[in-house]
Every structure is written in C-alpha cells, then in structure tokens.
C-alpha cells in the first residue's frame, strides 16, 4: 500500500491565556520541531505514534508518504493561521499523491480560532479528498475530547491507554494494525459518552480507577469479533459541546462491540466517585513535604498541577516558589519560564548576584513575581535529549537556561516553555534530581514517568495557574447540556 503519513497535534486549553500560532509549531517547544518528508522518518526511533506507525508499515514493506508532523506545547487556540497552512500541506499532498490509505497522527483536542472540532474539520476535509473507499486511520492522545465528526469521518481511530503517555509508539503500532484490518474488510463501529467530566489528575494509569478500567479494556479487546477498543477520558478545558470523556471501539461483529464498549463504559461510570482527586495549597504542600523529607531517602516531590505547561499553563506561576521561600525549603524547582530573567541572569554572569522580578508575568490573576536577589548557580544553552520512557530519545530546545538560587531554593529558569517530564530538564541547570531533598516540577502526571521511580512520596498541590484541576472552577458556557462538571459534581446548564 501507498499510506500518506501527517501528524498535527495541539491540546487546547480554552481557558489559557496565549495562543499557538506557527512560530509555536515550527519550534515544536518540548516536542519535535517541524518534520517535512522524509525527515518525518528520523521520528521511528521516538516514542511518539508516528515513529511506531512507521516502524511497523515499514517492516511490512509498504510505501510511505510523508507529508508533515508538528505538534505545539498546550495553550489556548490554534490560530487560524497555523492551523490553515497546515492543514493545506496535507490535503494538497493527499490530493496530489493519491494514496491508497491515510495515517495521522492526532491529538484529538485540538480547538482552532475558527473550528471548534479541529481533528473533526481536518478528517472531514481529508475524507471529502481521498473518498468514502479509502481508509483514514487516526491515532488519539488519552486526553483528546473525540467528536461525532471524528467518529464519522475516520475509518478508525486508537488512543493512548497510559497517562504517563509511556506507549505512544506503541499506539502507532496498533493504528497500523488498525489499517489491515480496515484492509481486510469493513469495521463495525460503537461509541458510548460518559456523563461527567474527569480530572486530569485522576486519569493517572498509575492509579484506580483508571489503572484497573484499562486492565478491563484490554481483557474485553479480546473477545471474538472485536478489533479494537479505547477510552478518552477526555481534556476538560475545552469549553465546547463535545468536551468530555468517551468509549469506542470497532470489530468484525456489531454486536460483540456494542457489548464490550456498553460494558466499559459502564465500569468508567461504576467507578464515578473514586475518579475524584483532592489538592493541597502550596503552603501544605510544602510543610508535608519538608516534614516527609527529614527521614526521607529519596526525593519528596510536588507537583505544580495548574501551572502544567502541558495542559495550557503558562509555566510561570510563583506560589508554590513563595511558599517555599517564607518556609525556607530546601528544594529544586523547575521549569520556570521567565525568558527575561534568563537574559540578566546571562548578563550579570555564574556566580554572580542578579537582582530581578522573576515569573509571574503572564497575567495569571493574583500570582505576583519573585522580587528579590538570587545567585546564577548555572547557565547552559537548553539543549537536551529525553531519557525517560516517555518522550525517550527525543531532543528538545527550551532556549538559553539558567539556575537561579535563593538560599537553599534553586529554581531552573527557561526561556521555552516546556513541562517538566524528563530528568534530563533538570540537568541543564546543573541539577541532580536524585540528590534534592525536595524537587517541585511543572507537570500534572506525565512526570511520573521518569519521577516516580526516584520519589520516596509525591503530593499535589492546587497553585494559581490556567490549567484549573477541578473542572468545577472553571467558567463554563459552552458544554454538554446536562454533563456533570465533575465527578458527583453539578450538572451543567447552559447560561441564559
């Protein structure tokens, strides 16, 4: 077969504050840079759904055809802009090439400036271009919010099933597994929603309830006549009226699928309480962890969850930094954004006192910055490769680096932002996250990953940021009549 290959991926935070616009794309901030052609190949040896996709179709001998991969860090919505002259590189070489089949690699909640469904508009167009024979086989991240139009215009789509996002590849090996059986004859679909919107914290794989709903989805995958199942808990930031989780699957036999997602959907609203997370303040946080730390072997680690880079934070919110400063922690904190700090930081030299106002300068309400004097620990140029199981292999750029220290608080500051997944993050600012006593990081879950294996506790904690973790914080107007915000949580009613 002749399979056309594209990625485009965005998670949109419809309550953050910055846009993502083609700049944003082009550097990748935290992913792979912009990919076109067969440079998209040198993403086979990455943990992203392209790279399995294409190892896998490889293998087999078929032809492929690359178009563009590109993916931004989560913000507010994709400009029109960006999202237009993406979308046009891969239909234009879909209607040039003429492929026998489509593989893209999605997010699944993508909001653009001018579409509310971006993934639905992008497999609408591509089903209006290639015809109703030729199959689109679509990858989805674990948080995407899937729509009817997704649904209806893709042959078939396959999720995540880890969060941390550890079997991405593998994802795309299943897209490719996906296709033959597309090949092979036509796929019955089912889809169920859930009434209520999950948090992300509590979507953790590491965790129940999801650790033992995903157990489910793979025993259930292999009962006769069903190809393949998925669950999308969701990304309950997006404020439009597909928001929320959802099961589907596909298979040989309609009513095999239609009993296997039915019975899935119902173990996800079985376990509606336990999908509840509860937070502590960033002045908890810290006094459990210094307490926690006094005979504590390995790092005791916070996670900054509202200030999550990878869900639409903007990377440089100080709460939990001024409640370590007034309790006089001894901690590493990272990754702060403050592009301007690291310019003065840079300028004054290492070793040297730079006084400055550091973060708090997205606008995000009530988060005032750091005014104060620190020392220049470590400068470096921001360039690294991920060794953790999630993103591992892949190289990032988060601009010049610099560690800044305030007595026993080192704060690693960045010029990109970028959420803190990997250890490697850390070692740039000459930091050894397995020595710190306490280590905050700018992450919800995906730390976890590359973290938890080091961490003697980890504790969450509810700072300012635009990445809100109870959904029932945020100023809703545009939902699913009648879903619940949260877990047992209100249901929700459109504004008069």
């Given at each position: 077969m002749r399979i056309l290959i594209a990625g485009f991926q965005h998670e949109t935070n419809t309550f953050a504050l910055n846009k993502a616009g083609w700049d944003n794309f082009v550097k990748g901030e935290g992913f792979p840079a912009m990919q076109h052609g067969e440079k998209m190949f040198e993403l086979a040896e990455t943990n992203i759904p392209a790279g399995g996709f294409i190892q896998a179709a490889s293998r087999d001998g078929h032809t492929l055809l690359p178009v563009i991969w590109t993916a931004a860090s989560p913000s507010a919505q994709v400009t029109q802009e960006a999202y237009e002259r993406i979308c046009q590189q891969i239909i234009a070489q879909a209607r040039e090439l003429k492929p026998d089949a489509v593989y893209l690699d999605l997010h699944g909640a993508m909001v653009a400036e001018h579409y509310d469904d971006g993934e639905g508009e992008l497999l609408r167009r591509m089903r209006e271009t290639v015809g109703d024979h030729t199959p689109i086989i679509v990858s989805l991240d674990l948080h995407a919010n899937v729509t009817n139009a997704m649904l209806h215009h893709a042959t078939a789509m396959v999720a995540f099933r880890?969060?941390?996002?550890?079997?991405?590849?593998?994802?795309?090996?299943?897209?490719?597994?996906?296709?033959?059986?597309?090949?092979?004859?036509?796929?019955?679909?089912?889809?169920?929603?859930?009434?209520?919107?999950?948090?992300?914290?509590?979507?953790c794989t590491f965790m129940e309830p999801a650790k033992g709903i995903y157990q489910l989805l793979e025993e259930l995958e292999k009962q006769p006549g069903v190809s393949s199942l998925s669950f999308a808990p969701g990304f309950?930031?997006?404020?439009?009226?597909?928001?929320?989780?959802?099961?589907?699957?596909?298979?040989?036999?309609?009513?095999?699928?239609?009993?296997?997602?039915?019975?899935?959907?119902?173990?996800?609203?079985?376990?509606?309480?336990?999908?509840?997370?509860?937070?502590?303040?960033?002045?908890?946080?810290?006094?459990?962890?210094?307490?926690?730390?006094?005979?504590?072997?390995?790092?005791?680690?916070?996670?900054?969850?509202?200030?999550?880079?990878?869900?639409?934070?903007s990377g440089d919110t100080t709460g939990i930094l001024h409640a370590l400063i007034a309790a006089d922690a001894n901690a590493a904190l990272g990754l702060l954004l403050d592009p301007e700090a690291v310019k003065a930081a840079i300028a004054a030299g290492k070793g040297k006192p730079v006084t400055l106002a550091l973060g708090g300068k997205s606008d995000t309400q009530g988060d005032p910055a750091v005014n104060d004097t620190f020392i220049v620990d470590e400068i470096s140029e921001g360039k690294c490769r991920f060794d953790g199981p999630m993103m591992h292999g892949i190289a990032v750029d988060v601009g010049p680096v610099v560690t800044l220290r305030h007595c026993n608080i080192k704060v690693v500051v960045s010029s990109v932002k970028s959420q803190m997944l990997d250890r490697n993050l850390f070692r740039l600012g000459g930091i050894n996250p397995e020595q710190e006593s306490i280590l905050v990081v700018k992450s919800s879950v995906h730390f976890r990953a590359d973290f938890q294996p080091i961490a003697s506790a980890i504790l969450v904690a509810k700072s300012r940021g635009e990445m809100k973790a109870d959904s029932q914080d945020l100023p809703w107007t545009r939902l699913p009549e009648g879903i619940r915000i949260a877990p047992l949580g209100k249901s929700f009613k459109m504004p008069c």
């Amino acid at each position: 077969m002749r399979i056309l290959i594209a990625g485009f991926q965005h998670e949109t935070n419809t309550f953050a504050l910055n846009k993502a616009g083609w700049d944003n794309f082009v550097k990748g901030e935290g992913f792979p840079a912009m990919q076109h052609g067969e440079k998209m190949f040198e993403l086979a040896e990455t943990n992203i759904p392209a790279g399995g996709f294409i190892q896998a179709a490889s293998r087999d001998g078929h032809t492929l055809l690359p178009v563009i991969w590109t993916a931004a860090s989560p913000s507010a919505q994709v400009t029109q802009e960006a999202y237009e002259r993406i979308c046009q590189q891969i239909i234009a070489q879909a209607r040039e090439l003429k492929p026998d089949a489509v593989y893209l690699d999605l997010h699944g909640a993508m909001v653009a400036e001018h579409y509310d469904d971006g993934e639905g508009e992008l497999l609408r167009r591509m089903r209006e271009t290639v015809g109703d024979h030729t199959p689109i086989i679509v990858s989805l991240d674990l948080h995407a919010n899937v729509t009817n139009a997704m649904l209806h215009h893709a042959t078939a789509m396959v999720a995540f099933r880890t969060y941390p996002h550890v079997d991405m590849a593998a994802t795309g090996q299943k897209a490719y597994e996906l296709l033959l059986n597309a090949a092979n004859g036509p796929l019955i679909q089912e889809s169920a929603r859930i009434p209520f919107l999950i948090p992300i914290n509590g979507m953790c794989t590491f965790m129940e309830p999801a650790k033992g709903i995903y157990q489910l989805l793979e025993e259930l995958e292999k009962q006769p006549g069903v190809s393949s199942l998925s669950f999308a808990p969701g990304f309950p930031a997006a404020d439009f009226p597909e928001c929320g989780p959802v099961v589907w699957g596909y298979g040989s036999d309609g009513a095999a699928v239609e009993r296997t997602v039915r019975m899935l959907r119902d173990a996800v609203c079985n376990a509606e309480s336990a999908w509840a997370v509860e937070f502590l303040s960033p002045e908890e946080a810290v006094a459990q962890a210094q307490k926690l730390a006094l005979t504590a072997t390995r790092p005791v680690i916070i996670a900054d969850t509202q200030d999550n880079p990878g869900a639409g934070g903007s990377g440089d919110t100080t709460g939990i930094l001024h409640a370590l400063i007034a309790a006089d922690a001894n901690a590493a904190l990272g990754l702060l954004l403050d592009p301007e700090a690291v310019k003065a930081a840079i300028a004054a030299g290492k070793g040297k006192p730079v006084t400055l106002a550091l973060g708090g300068k997205s606008d995000t309400q009530g988060d005032p910055a750091v005014n104060d004097t620190f020392i220049v620990d470590e400068i470096s140029e921001g360039k690294c490769r991920f060794d953790g199981p999630m993103m591992h292999g892949i190289a990032v750029d988060v601009g010049p680096v610099v560690t800044l220290r305030h007595c026993n608080i080192k704060v690693v500051v960045s010029s990109v932002k970028s959420q803190m997944l990997d250890r490697n993050l850390f070692r740039l600012g000459g930091i050894n996250p397995e020595q710190e006593s306490i280590l905050v990081v700018k992450s919800s879950v995906h730390f976890r990953a590359d973290f938890q294996p080091i961490a003697s506790a980890i504790l969450v904690a509810k700072s300012r940021g635009e990445m809100k973790a109870d959904s029932q914080d945020l100023p809703w107007t545009r939902l699913p009549e009648g879903i619940r915000i949260a877990p047992l949580g209100k249901s929700f009613k459109m504004p008069c």
